[in-house]
């Protein structure tokens, strides 16, 4: 099983939208929660780091639930912009430090 | 500052072939990474190196590949006899020891290499 999956998507939503991506991992000495963002043909770009209460950045909510192993990420009010993959990554307690396990990305499509 | 820096860009090579991948991480970064990433596969984690040492080459699929890093700066990841299931996108990043950002990875443009 692999250690990060998520909605493969594509997500594909009108500009203002409200779009949600879940994530889930399997180990549960996972440590680390992040969401990175992957523009086409480009390198992955960290977003936002996870906490387990919850954070916010502007538009973007990230949500962690140890109990279940499920992480998400909320976009509120789409911008084209948004247009990219959406990769969820963890780190390992105990692991190479830092090594990270990506899920396959999301990949979200914002139209006008 | 400079980011990550990776060469060459692209790679198209025989089925056979040698090649070699480099990396120049963003200075003073001691930790440095290298995964790739694979048509439908997501990112894989290959090797790290924590200074000039790898500690963690779990990630290599198999003994073709090898990775070094020197003066703790530049690495420089080579596949030997290049199969065709290596045509991947080459990722590199590099971690500071700055508390702040400790778990962020930078990552490089990458390296698509195309085994024909």
């Known amino acids: 099983r692999k250690e990060v999956e998520q909605d493969p998507g594509p997500f594909n939503v009108p500009e203002g939208a409200t779009v949600a991506f879940n994530c889930t991992y399997s180990?549960?000495?996972?440590?680390?929660f992040f969401w990175y963002r992957q523009d086409c043909r480009k390198e992955p770009k960290l977003l936002m780091s996870v906490y387990s209460s919850g954070n916010e950045d502007g538009r973007f909510t990230a949500q962690l639930n140890r109990a279940s192993q499920y992480i998400s990420l909320l976009i509120r009010d789409s911008k084209l912009s948004d247009s990219a993959t959406y990769l969820c990554v963890v780190i390992d307690r105990g692991s190479t430090l830092g090594r990270l396990y990506f899920g396959r990305g999301t990949q979200l499509t914002v139209w006008p | 500052g400079a980011g990550v820096s990776q060469s060459p860009s692209n790679k198209v090579t025989e089925k056979g072939k040698d090649v070699e991948l480099r990396c120049d991480p963003i200075?003073?970064?001691?930790?440095l990474y290298w995964y790739r990433q694979s048509l439908g596969q997501g990112l894989e984690f290959l090797i790290y190196?924590?200074?000039?040492?790898?500690?963690?080459k779990s990630g290599l699929p198999s003994d073709r590949f090898s990775a070094e890093r020197t003066g703790g700066s530049v690495s420089t990841l080579t596949i030997q006899r290049t199969q065709q299931e290596d045509s991947a996108v080459y990722l590199c990043?590099?971690?500071?020891?700055?508390?702040?950002?400790?778990?962020?990875?930078?990552f490089g443009p990458g390296t698509r290499l195309t085994v024909l």
């Open positions: 190196f924590q200074g000039n040492s790898a500690p963690d």
């Open positions: 990043a590099s971690r500071g020891t700055d508390r702040s950002s400790y778990n962020e990875q930078f």
């Open positions: 200075s003073g970064h001691t930790a």
């Open positions: 180990n549960s000495a996972s440590q680390s």
